[in-house]
C-alpha cells in the first residue's frame, strides 16, 4: 500500500474522506491541532494493530544492541532482558517522531524524537537510556511528522511477562502462580482436576469451599427423612446409607472431601432427628409407666 494512499490532506484516514486538517508539534512536545471541516462531519479511523508507517525493534539499552523486530501483539519475557528501549526506523523521509505509550488505558510516557536513531525512551546517538517495564499490555502510538504536517500514524501493542528461564511459573507479589495443571509424583492430572499427587500431603489446616447448599436444609420441615423401618430395609438392600457411595465406587473413583464432609454432616443431622423422635417414643412410655404407677399405688 502507498503511504499516502490512506490519507486525506495529509491527516488520519477518514470515514467519509471529507476532513483535512494539519498539526503542529512544538520542539517541547507540546502540540496544537488546527482542523478544517467540509461538509459532513466525520470522525477519524484508527484501529490497533496498524504499523504501516515505519518498523520497530525492541533494544537492549544496556548492550545498545537491537533484540528483536516488533511485530503488533508481540510478548516478551522480562526475565530474558528487563532494561529496554524502543526504537523506530521511518520508512520514508521525516523530521520528528512522536511516542506516545500507554499501560492500562493510561498515558505514562511521551518523548519526541527529532534525530534517528528515534527512541521512545531517549537515546544520545544510540547511546539508549534505559526503560524498565512491568508485566502487563502496552499500547505505542507513533507519529511520523514532516514539517509539521502528521504523515501517519502507527499503533501496536506488546505485552511483557516475567517468566525465569527454565520455568514455568509467574509470580506477582511474591505469590508463584501457572495457569495449567500440575502433578506431583505422577505425569498424568485426570481430566477436569488442577491439580495430582500421587503420594502423601500434609498441611496444619485445609479450606475447602464448596458450592451449592449446607445440609441444614434437613432441619427444615418439608425434609423427606426416610423412617427407621424405610433406613433398615436401604441399608439390607444396598449395603450403605443412602446417598453415601459403595465401597466399589470409592475404590474406583476415590471421594471428594467437600462432598464427603457435607454428606456426613447430613447423616449427623438426620441421627440428630431419629434421636429427636426415640426421645418423644421415650417420654411418651415414661408418661404411660407413670400414669401405670399411679393406678397401681391407688390400689394399694
Known amino acids: 500500500m502507498n503511504r499516502n494512499s490512506h490519507k486525506v490532506g495529509g491527516c488520519r484516514p477518514c470515514s467519509l474522506k471529507l476532513f ?3 498539526r503542529f508539534v512544538f520542539g517541547t512536545g507540546r502540540e496544537l491541532r488546527i482542523t478544517f471541516y467540509i461538509g459532513l462531519f466525520c470522525l477519524p479511523m484508527m484501529s490497533i494493530g496498524q504499523m504501516t508507517e515505519g518498523t520497530y ?3 537492549d539499552a544496556e548492550m545498545d544492541t537491537v533484540l528483536v523486530q516488533i ?4 510478548i516478551w519475557n522480562l526475565a530474558d532482558i528487563g532494561s529496554l528501549n524502543l526504537q523506530a526506523v ?5 523530521d520528528q517522531v512522536v511516542f506516545e505509550v500507554s499501560y ?3 498515558v505514562i510516557h511521551s518523548q519526541s524524537e527529532g534525530v534517528a536513531p528515534y527512541a521512545a525512551f531517549v537515546d544520545i546517538s544510540g547511546d539508549y537510556e534505559i526503560w524498565q517495564p512491568v508485566k502487563g499490555t502496552y499500547t505505542f502510538e507513533v507519529d511520523y511528522i514532516l514539517n509539521g504536517t502528521l504523515q501517519g500514524t502507527d499503533v501496536f501493542t506488546i505485552t511483557f511477562i516475567n517468566i525465569p528461564y527454565g520455568s514455568i511459573w509467574d509470580e506477582d507479589n511474591g505469590t508463584a502462580h501457572y495457569s495449567g495443571e ?3 509424583g505422577t505425569t498424568v492430572v485426570p481430566s477436569g482436576f488442577k491439580m495430582a499427587v500421587n503420594g502423601k500431603l500434609i498441611a496444619e489446616e485445609v479450606q475447602v469451599q464448596l458450592n451449592g447448599s449446607w445440609p441444614d436444609y434437613v432441619f427444615l420441615d418439608y425434609y423427606d427423612l426416610l423412617s ?12 450403605h446409607l443412602p446417598k453415601v457411595p459403595s465401597a466399589e465406587e470409592v475404590r474406583a473413583e476415590g471421594l471428594s472431601l467437600g462432598d464427603m464432609d457435607k454428606l456426613l454432616l447430613e447423616k449427623v443431622e438426620e441421627l ?3 434421636l429427636f423422635q426415640q426421645q418423644d417414643v421415650l417420654l411418651r412410655q415414661q408418661n404411660q409407666i407413670e400414669a401405670l404407677q399411679e393406678l397401681l399405688d391407688q390400689k394399694d
Do not use: C, P, W
Request: hydrophobic share 35%; aromatic share 12%.
Open 228 to 239: 427407621l423401618s424405610e433406613l433398615k430395609e436401604y441399608i439390607r438392600k444396598h449395603g
Open 90 to 94: 521511518n520508512s520514508y523521509t521525516v
Open 104 to 106: 492500562q488505558g493510561s
Open 20 to 22: 483535512k486538517g494539519f
Open 182 to 184: 500440575v502433578a506431583i
Open 71 to 74: 511485530n503488533d501483539g508481540m
Open 272 to 274: 440428630t432427628l431419629y
Open 57 to 59: 525493534n525492541l533494544i
